[in-house]
């Protein structure tokens, strides 16, 4: 069982990454990210939480608001892969039978678990949660249904493990592109000639469709307008203590423009984790690969500040084909001064390091650039919504470093966890 809709249609790990180090504050109106946000605004900061059916990871954002995450998915791999991803702990195990003693969370958290289940099996899984929750705590969940009244079904359902239970549609006309391009019956209910503009978008175009989805939805909650009542798609809140606002209860999100407590690795500023460092348009969002990574397009930037930088390191890779035949090549500079050249005629990891010249150690503002002769499309993988991005490389763990081993003589304590199941 896996948190979110998509993981959960796969059965693979998901491609999106929720670490809050890799999060931008405009994402906040992705559209796949509205029931990630309706639960950061209704969580107290400072809290103990438990998601069950984690999936990879899908609500890290709340370390922003210095919550505790505790992860539960019956897939090893997911688990891994949240604990990656920012997850405090996370163990792989049946979600009916929850790993902790009783009374150990303020908040119970799930997203597509519910959806399917029978009446005795669902209520069997509730009581496990409602054991785990401390007396006051709240349980949210993200629901799927086959019909309007199957919502209604939940809630009964929930009533009779908690003594207050509230239910509202997702707001179903708020989907992402791809969501309303999928086969499965909705195509019908639309005009044809929405659905043929929504198979015209390029990647990035989805991508800003997405994000004005996800801003209606935003404004929908903040503005309590009322939904249809026979969306599929809900959102319900319960708990044995009376219940607050549906939404918005603990809203708080100055957490989500600045994060600057994992700008550092062991060995210098890694840009790629940082809020500090700005990717432009010739950077793709970053993706779990793993490890979690950017795509290039054909040519990026990085822009950043800091008072001295004497080497640059980082890793690379491509899936570009023919590289025998036609080798990758590939151009760095750093304030328009090429510090590094090079081809890639094979696959694979190449870990790169490269000395900055001393005219330009202490600019302050910098730009490291990256130009490539050639990009591939990735494989399509079928479907109305293709991936039609044009991509060179992958980068990741791009670290700056001065003449010591720390930044600003301070060394970090940043490392990357990983679960260890016992």
Not at 122 to 151: F, P, Q, T, W, Y
Not at 203 to 215: I, P, S
Request: aromatic letters at 10%.
């Amino acid at each position: 069982m896996t948190a979110n809709g998509n993981a959960g249609k796969q059965q693979n790990l998901s491609d999106e990454v929720f670490d809050a180090r890799y999060f931008k504050a405009l994402d906040r109106f992705d559209i796949s990210l509205a029931p990630t946000m309706w639960v950061y605004d209704n969580v107290r900061a400072g809290s103990q939480l438990l998601h069950v059916g984690c999936g990879a990871g899908t609500l890290a954002l709340l370390k922003r608001k210095g919550v505790t995450i505790t992860g539960v998915d019956s897939s090893r791999e997911f688990a891994l892969a949240a604990r990656r991803n920012g997850y405090d702990a996370s163990f792989q195990a049946d979600p009916g039978l929850l790993p902790f003693p009783g009374q150990s969370f303020d908040y119970v958290v799930s997203f597509g678990l519910l959806d399917a289940l029978a009446a005795t099996e669902e209520e069997s899984l509730l009581s496990e949660m409602k054991r785990v929750l401390r007396s006051d705590g709240v349980s949210l969940h993200g629901i799927e249904c086959s019909n309007a009244a199957a919502g209604t079904d939940h809630r009964t359902r929930f009533l009779k493990v908690f003594q207050h239970a509230a239910i509202e549609p997702r707001y179903g006309f708020c989907l992402s592109a791809e969501d309303f391009l999928d086969a499965d019956g909705r195509e019908s209910n639309l005009e044809p000639d929405f659905i043929e503009y929504l198979r015209g978008l390029s990647f990035k175009e989805r991508r800003a469709f997405d994000l004005a989805m996800g801003y209606v939805s935003s404004r929908v909650s903040d503005l309590g307008v009322s939904m249809p009542s026979n969306a599929t798609q809900f959102l319900l809140k319960a708990s044995d203590a009376p219940l607050g606002p549906f939404h918005n209860e603990h809203r708080d999100r100055r957490g989500l423009f600045s994060f600057p407590l994992t700008d550092q690795s062991e060995n210098g500023w890694c840009l790629d984790r940082s809020s500090q460092a700005v990717f432009d348009d010739g950077w793709f969002q970053p993706v779990f690969l793993p490890p979690v990574v950017r795509w290039l397009g054909k040519h990026g930037c990085i822009r950043f500040q800091t008072d001295e930088v004497a080497t640059i390191t980082l890793d690379l890779m491509t899936q570009m084909p023919d590289l025998t035949g036609q080798p990758l090549g590939l151009e760095i500079s750093l304030n328009s001064v090429k510090i590094c050249a090079f081809s890639l005629y094979k696959h694979g990891w190449l870990q790169l390091s490269m000395s900055v010249p001393e005219v330009l150690k202490s600019k302050g503002d910098y730009e490291l650039e990256f130009r490539a002769n050639r990009t591939a499309q990735p494989c399509q993988s079928g479907g109305d919504a293709q991936d039609d991005r044009e991509l060179s490389v992958a980068v990741c763990n791009v670290e700056v470093r001065g003449q010591r081993s720390e930044i600003s003589g301070q060394k970090s304590d940043f490392k990357l966890g990983v679960l260890s199941n016992r």
